[in-house]
């Protein structure tokens, strides 16, 4: 069974930096494509970047394109996002989801999806 | 980037009912369009992805249709379970883009 848990989520400050991590099991991580993509309160679904598998190339929404960075660490099944500079608009339920592949679209599809975190940026 | 466009955004319909849900892609997209339900409290769940193919467990009374820049999805008979909101969303670049979601009442 594909289980995927956030955790590192909390309340900063703007301005501050925070980690998310995501901790995989039952599929094999290293062989999929990797996403976070966050909704903020009331509001719809946003993309925030993605991770090809085997440790490829990384791909970063313009919101957030020099602020945050994806990573992955395949031996220990986990996916990560460092994030710096955080804003108040950066406040969301961040959502670690899996790809159906390795890399090109079927990696763009997201098939399975943990149960979130939230990240709340406040004064 | 590619702009998702779905409509309604909202609907209220009855359980038996036909429903239909439209998305509209700003660019050619062919088939590279998923479906995906959220319920409140919940994160999405992915229903149907290259357009029209349901992903394992789901029911068959959701299906997906379209290609280039104009998709459907369509549930046959809407149970009381389907209350939810739906996305639309490109994986045909980066960056991967939602539409604005369809939230359907009962």
């Known amino acids: 069974e594909v289980q995927l848990l956030e955790s590192g989520g909390g309340l900063v400050q703007p301005g501050g930096s925070l980690r998310l991590s995501c901790a995989a099991s039952g599929f094999t991580f290293s062989s999929y494509g990797m996403h976070w993509v966050r909704q903020a309160p009331g509001e719809g679904l946003e993309w925030v970047s993605g991770?090809?598998?085997?440790?490829?190339?990384?791909y970063y929404a313009d919101s957030v394109k020099g602020r945050f960075t994806i990573s992955r660490d395949d031996s220990k099944n986990t996916l990560y996002l460092q994030m710096s500079s955080l804003r108040v608009d950066d406040t969301a339920i961040y959502y670690c989801?899996?790809?159906?592949?390795?890399?090109?679209?079927?990696?763009?599809?997201?098939?399975?999806w943990g149960q979130g975190t939230l990240v709340t940026v406040s004064s | 980037d590619i702009q998702m466009t779905q409509s309604p955004s909202a609907l209220s319909a009855s359980v038996g009912d036909r429903v239909t849900i439209t998305c509209r892609a700003s660019q050619t997209i062919n088939t590279y369009l998923n479906w995906y339900q959220q319920k409140p409290g919940k994160a999405p769940e992915l229903l149907i992805y290259v357009a029209s193919t349901l992903q394992s467990g789901v029911p068959s009374r959701f299906s997906g249709s379209g290609s280039g820049t104009d998709f459907t999805l369509t549930i046959s008979s809407l149970q009381p379970e389907d209350f939810a909101t739906y996305y639309c969303q490109q994986n045909y670049n980066t960056p991967l883009t939602f539409g604005g979601g369809t939230k359907v009442e009962i």
């Open positions: 991770v090809v598998g085997g440790g490829g190339n990384s």
């Open positions: 989801a899996k790809g159906r592949g390795i890399t090109g679209t079927p990696s763009r599809t997201l098939d399975f």
